[in-house]
T-cell receptor, first 107, second 116 residues
Framework: KNEVEQSPQNLTAQEGEFITINCSYS?????LHWLQQHPGGGIVSLFM???GKKKHGRLIATINIQEKHSSLHITASHPRDSAVYIC?????????FGPGTRLSVLP | EAGVAQSPRYKIIEKRQSVAFWCNPI?????LYWYQQILGQGPKLLIQ????????DSQLPKDRFSAERLKGVDSTLKIQPAKLEDSAVYLC??????????????FGPGTRLLVL
């Protein structure tokens, strides 16, 4: 069974700050996903990674397969980035979610 | 491309009542998932379908929860009878597999259930 952990659990930042959210998992995977969930429940897929680094706008996601660790970075954070960020992994036919990191960006 | 559709968006019922949720996945996606997300936690897989067959229902409380995907497209999830602890957001997702065997899941907006 793959255990997915995230840190921090909650994060409050001032607008403009650089933010990092971490994810670690226990068993080898085929892919890792970063998801964003806004109040109201809808989930949007931000990134799918199997190696290296991806960038989309102000969001950057990295993964280190050997260390079983991934990070999501937000540059120049904005109040609209306030959401729960969830890390999820594919292994075999399984899909396991982390508990999420609740981010609040204050103006 | 239309996304994953779910209905209703919100439902309030009393304990011991029954409730049903509906999901219409993205066209062509063979795999469909139902997740339960309790406030403050990540989603928990309830059941996974591949076309109209069940791949994994190990975490589905089968004494009260049931799900079907009869024609391999739409799916319904039912709770009968509901308990207070069933209050949660029920998320439906569908996915396709890339040539490298990786999955991308697309989520519906969820149904928020409150059991009183």
């Amino acid at each position: 069974k793959n255990e997915v952990e995230q840190s921090p659990q909650n994060l409050t930042a001032q607008e403009g700050e650089f933010i990092t959210i971490n994810c670690s998992y226990s068993v080898g995977i085929s892919a890792l996903h970063w998801l964003q969930q806004h109040p109201g429940g809808g989930i949007v897929s931000l990134f799918m990674l199997s190696s290296g680094k991806k960038k989309h706008g102000r969001l950057i996601a990295t993964i280190n397969i050997q260390e079983k660790h991934s990070s999501l970075h937000i540059t120049a954070s904005h109040p609209r980035d306030s959401a729960v960020y969830i890390c999820a992994v594919n292994y075999g036919q399984n899909f396991v979610f982390g508990p999420g990191t609740r981010l609040s960006v204050l103006p | 491309e239309a996304g994953v559709a779910q209905s209703p968006r919100y439902k309030i019922i009393e304990k011991r009542q029954s409730v049903a949720f509906w999901c219409n996945p993205i066209s062509g996606h063979a795999t469909l998932y139902w997740y339960q997300q309790i406030l403050g936690q990540g989603p928990k897989l309830l059941i996974q379908f591949q076309n109209n067959g069940v791949v994994d229902d190990s975490q589905l409380p089968k004494d009260r929860f049931s799900a079907e995907r009869l024609k391999g497209v739409d799916s319904t999830l039912k709770i009968q009878p509901a308990k207070l602890e069933d209050s949660a957001v029920y998320l439906c997702a569908s996915s396709f597999q890339t040539r490298r065997g990786q999955e991308t899941q697309y989520f519906g907006p969820g149904t928020r259930l409150l059991v009183l």
